[in-house]
């Protein structure tokens, strides 16, 4: 028994196929992670260049100086 063909033969069933809506499959659920304690995360951050100058006159570690200024003003010690 031969397989019918694939696309359609009409002009008209074949224009029509054209403008069918495609089925799109659902959208992945998103997997919620949980954070790891005490990871970070890497942001961009605009501050002035003045509170830039602050945290760097010391040398290398001003970006760990930078979040414990952040997180001390968050737990109320600021």
């Known amino acids: 028994m031969a397989n019918p063909p694939r696309r359609p033969v009409n ?3 074949a224009a029509e196929a054209l403008f069918r809506p495609v089925k799109k ?3 992945p659920a998103i997997e919620v992670r949980a954070a790891v304690p005490g990871a970070r ?3 961009t951050l605009k501050i002035d260049h003045a509170v830039l100058e602050h ?3 010391d040398g290398p570690g001003w970006q760990d100086r930078i ?3 952040l997180k001390a003003l968050v737990a109320g010690k600021g």
């Open 25 to 27: 499959p659902p959208a």
């Open 67 to 69: 979040n414990d200024a």
């Open 41 to 43: 995360q890497m942001v």
């Open 55 to 57: 945290f760097q006159k």
């Open 11 to 13: 002009p008209k069933e």
